[in-house]
DNA sequence: CCACTAACGGGACTGAAGTTCCGTTAAGAT
DNA sequence: ATCTTAACGGAACTTCAGTCCCGTTAGTGG
């Protein structure tokens, strides 16, 4: 899935992919970002980008061919681009930290609608779902750290899976933009945190072949719930 | 906002909404369903829907134009056919129905993709976008009352928002659809129960301006998630 | 049951998305 | 510095989604 087959291998912008193959691919991805963002994935059109990236027609649908496939490139250059992320002592706080970023993420005037835009590219094919999930494996490992120090801390049960306490953290604030359509606000960021943070105290995120939390006893929400490994 | 304004009241399809306006309606709505199902949102054409509705091509342009109104008219559709809800004693077990509710409906062959579509379509257009949140809100306000339940049984916290429970409850799995690609499967559905439980036991979802929990401290979950030993 | 007209549907038309052709430009190798 | 050819880009061409026109069918009210 990863590494490029034969057919691949003779795909434009591989042989010479330094200068103007570099600055048409910058232009494309840029232009293809602002396009998305503004009209949404469903306007995207190919013509449209050649001209605001003034790059030709031929080159864009060349090079890439249709809109899913270059919004699967634009998904693989934004996975390049990490963000720095703070530290703060508790767990709490760093996932308060996270959330506040997805939130402002989220609301951006850019980011959000091409976020937004790029989730629906990638329900309509399977190459750029997969870049996709690429994108947040990236961005969700930026983060797990601070979990996996809170669980050396002792704030949270041994066999927590750090990433899923992560995701835990923007899964309600993607389900307000995608879904529910409720304002995605501090206050919703906040939320989101001390949720993630209550549930993973709980032992909700213990993954499912993890040691019994005996002495750690944690509240009666993993008393009840057996995670049964079948 | 969501009355229909003078515009939308000469739209084909009111002024004689009975026979073969319903048949054809009903026609539409069930290719249109399968055509996202099998393609996703991005090949929708309406050309298409006709041929397989067995309907004139002219018919479906002058009646919704667009596909994102389809979709529109779709996700009506889809909200006025409600689930019959099972209900357990407990909160964790309603919350879990509903989370192996979810679950299999989004890795239902069809109904998994609708849902995508569907999401993919409302990120295009206002008046969509509108639609779905509609069909969430009465999907979710179906649920509610489970919560309500278990405040009144001393399980939860006074002043937790139902609704915000239930949605906690959707919100990681609709997450791994579109975002993260993790499997939806029944594991990730308890997860999501027991997350969702615990989290709401902690009060993370009470309303902000509710009235202070001093003495509705609900028992371990608020209190003893302190890592005494730590 | 009949008249009226809303709504349907076939077919021609149009404009723009996407393809093909071929000459031009410049990256990378010697 | 020179050569090779990968990659670009203008322009003509093709295809088909979306529109328009107008005759036909069938709800609805009297």
Known sequence: MATEGAAEAQEPGRARPGGRTAR???AVLQ????????HGFAYLDLGDI???AEVGRTT?????????????DLLVDMAEQSLPRTESGSLLGDLRANAHLVQRTLTDPRQGP????VIAAATCDPDTAQALHRFYRTRIAEWAPCVTRAIERGELPEGTDPHEVI???????YHRLLASGEPIDPAAADQAAAAAAAAARAGAYRLPHSPAP???AVGPAAAGHRPDGH
Chains 1, 2 share one sequence.
């Open 114 to 117: 091409l976020f937004k835009a």
């Open 214 to 216: 005996s002495s750690t």
């Open 31 to 38: 232009a293809a970002g602002d396009a998305l963002a503004e």
């Open 60 to 72: 864009v649908y060349r090079r890439w061919g249709t809109t899913t496939a270059l919004v699967a």
């Open 24 to 26: 048409v691919r910058a």
């Open 167 to 173: 995701r835990a953290v923007s899964a309600p604030l």
């Open 50 to 52: 050649a001209r605001r």
